[in-house]
């Protein structure tokens, strides 16, 4: 299992490259177990929406 350190940067990463398919297995099974890295998908998802509303 990966740590929260490696998962938030998978987070990140996701906007700006594809995700492997290993990547993006890691990542869903530990966002199903750690409310915290949940929260902070979450929150960039946010981030991302907020931003695609302000581009000309």
Do not use: G, N, W
Request: charged residues 30%.
């Amino acid at each position: 299992m990966k740590k929260c350190r490696q998962i938030t940067a998978l987070i990140s990463q996701r906007a700006d490259r594809p995700l492997t398919r290993s990547e993006r297995l890691a990542l869903r099974l530990h966002l199903m177990i750690c409310p915290h890295c949940r929260e902070y998908a979450r929150q960039i998802e946010l981030v991302q929406q907020a931003v695609k509303k302000f581009e000309p």
